[in-house]
């Protein structure tokens, strides 16, 4: 049973995994607005910062570490959608080891988003790697 995710323990996972040197900045109008579209995220490596939804369920939980993956792996110069399939693996990992449970939209849109970055890559000649085609294969 995992411990609920009251505000202390939200103060917790971010001072745990808030990489160093960025400012978290919290933007209410990140928040979820419907089913299709769960709690988003903005990694800006050049100003140092993470904008995120207030954290107040496993979403909110899973957005906000998918975007300190970005920040930890150092994204922003290889292939999209590789690296936006290793911040959803990580994050997702990260909040079922906490035991908590990422809403089926979440996962759906995940999927959805993946796709679009591989067909996106595709176009663009980038070589596609196969553990990203097979990791949705395996879920979908």
Known sequence: MPKPLTPARVQQIVKR???KGYRLIWDRRRRAKSFWHPPTGLYNPSRRTIAMAP????DT??????????????????PVHLEEW?????????????GYRVSLSYR???FVMLGRYIRLDRRNGVPIDPRVTRWIAWRA
Do not use: M, Q
């Open 17 to 19: 995994w808030r990489p």
């Open 55 to 58: 954290i107040t369920n496993p």
């Open 61 to 78: 939980l899973c957005a906000f570490l998918h975007e300190c993956a970005h920040a930890r792996l150092k994204h922003g110069h290889g």
């Open 86 to 98: 290793e911040a959803e693996h990580s994050s997702l990992d990260r909040v079922r080891k906490y």
């Open 108 to 110: 759906l849109r995940t």
